[in-house]
């Protein structure tokens, strides 16, 4: 098996450790046998574990928490400083009604929205880390990363490399659920009340799915209050949102008053529950505002910054902006910029059908996104049409992923293209989830429906 220069620089990139499991990989044929990770094996027709981990050093990793908390914290304050939290030029822009609207920013304050939770999809391209979305919600996966890493520490051939090549995982490798817990308990601190009592209730339309989370983050709650010293009580609880009872405006749940409500519903929360949420008896994770911060229109509206309003971000705003975000406009008629160029968009989207994704505002999951190369120009020119009808459809640069090396098959490996998923919750970066996906089968979107499989990240010691 030969290995690429382009390759073995991707992975040299990722951190020296990365370039040694190459090394390993060349020098231990068993790596390419799938049947040496059977430990990975979750049981879940909906999700597979990629045979081989992701290993990146600290470097790369303050790449990551710049990426994804940078782009976060502009995303989050896009309504207030682009529109003035004003329900008619929301409704315009975002061309949705304005009733929906004034729903999705129902309840919001500046606290609210600094405690969100997110996950940010990026490539690593050439030329560094680009967004392709932001969704934010609590109802997204890669939830369990964390357990997912003890068993390919457990598995003997990963162990095996650890050993001979004296990998360390850092102490402060993160753990998904543990900063989850933080940021929870961090959010009621940080309301300065008199209560010593904080009971957590996951939301969810499957709680069977979830039982398991239910219970370890339980568990993660208790040894947390105790580590961290806190004068405080509670217990996480997951159940169906049906559940609940509102008593004198608080939020009940089998008779235990409930002080934070995640939900995974992706925002819908019924009309009593807001207002719980609305007099402040309850914190609520993340409810309607999700929808408007999803929206990838977001991207366009930090992309195009000049033409939105250049006065309304800091020199330093701006480049991240460009150094995160590729090239992304709101579809409609008319000029715009590409570059230091002047263009009438539909002319340079028709035309540059190779170089260009053009997807609705509101997809999830890679749903309704049309990468320009892999689909013919008549089909094209058709989604186009469409996309200047509906007004609410995003055009952008394509972005290459830089090809890492994973097992594939039951005896083998393969290049694949990655998308990194980054969680934000809060203000702070909570973890990774990565999919990949072999560049032979690769049709532009990188999601499970395609084939992908998830690879773990560990933070390493060089």
């Not at 002047?342 to 997807?359: A, F, G, H, P, Q």
């Amino acid at each position: 098996m030969k290995i690429t220069k382009e390759i073995y620089a991707s992975h040299a990139a990722l951190s020296g450790v990365s370039a040694d499991f190459l090394e390993f990989v060349q020098n231990n044929p068993g790596t390419l046998k799938l049947s040496n990770f059977k430990l990975l094996d979750v049981n879940d027709p909906h999700l597979v574990l990629q045979a081989w981990p992701t290993f990146v050093n600290q470097t790369f990793k303050n790449q990551i928490q710049e990426a994804s908390v940078k782009i976060f914290e502009l995303i989050k304050s896009i309504p207030k400083r682009l529109f003035d939290n004003d329900i008619k030029k929301i409704s315009t822009y975002y061309e949705i009604p304005e009733s929906l609207a004034k729903l999705q920013l129902e309840g919001t304050t500046d606290s609210h929205i600094r405690q969100l939770l997110a996950r940010g999809d990026y490539i690593l391209a050439s030329s560094g880390f680009k967004c392709l979305e932001f969704n934010v919600s609590a109802n997204i996966g890669g939830w369990y990363t964390s357990i997912w890493e003890t068993l390919y520490l457990n598995t003997p051939i990963i162990a095996k490399f650890l050993k001979d090549y004296d990998v360390k995982i850092n102490k402060n490798n993160t753990n998904l659920l543990q900063h989850f817990i933080d940021h929870i308990i961090d959010a009621h601190e940080d309301r300065k009340t008199n209560d010593k009592e904080m009971n957590i209730l996951l939301v969810v339309r499957d709680s069977k799915q979830f039982d398991k989370m239910g219970v370890y983050l339980n568990q993660l709650y208790q040894t947390t209050i105790q580590k961290r010293n806190l004068l405080l009580k509670g217990k996480v609880f997951l159940d169906d949102i049906s559940r609940v009872d509102i008593i004198d405006n608080y939020l009940y749940y089998n008779g235990q008053r409930i002080h934070t409500l995640i939900e995974l519903y992706g925002g819908d929360i019924p009309p009593g529950v807001m207002e719980v949420f609305k007099s402040g008896n309850i914190r609520l994770m993340n409810g309607p505002i999700t929808d408007l911060l999803s929206s990838k229109l977001n991207l366009a509206l930090l992309s195009d910054y000049e033409a939105v309003n250049a006065n309304v971000f800091s020199d330093e705003e701006k480049a991240v902006i460009d150094r995160y975000v590729p090239w992304s406009r709101k579809i409609a008629l008319g000029d715009t910029t590409h570059g230091r160029k002047k263009i009438k968009l539909e002319n340079y989207i028709r035309t540059n059908k190779d170089k260009l994704v053009i997807k609705p505002s509101e997809g999830r999951g890679g749903e309704g996104v049309y990468i320009g190369q892999h689909i013919p120009q008549s089909q094209w020119e058709e989604l186009l049409d469409t996309a200047v009808r509906q007004k609410n459809w995003l055009v952008q640069e394509y972005v290459r992923s830089l090809p890492l090396l994973y097992q594939h098959g039951e005896m083998g490996c393969e290049p694949h293209n990655v998308v990194w998923g980054f969680f934000v919750l809060g203000a702070q970066y909570g973890g990774t989830t990565i999919r990949v996906l072999p560049q032979k089968h690769d049709k532009g979107v990188i999601n499970y429906h395609q084939g992908a499989k998830i690879s773990v990240l560990f933070e390493v010691n060089k």
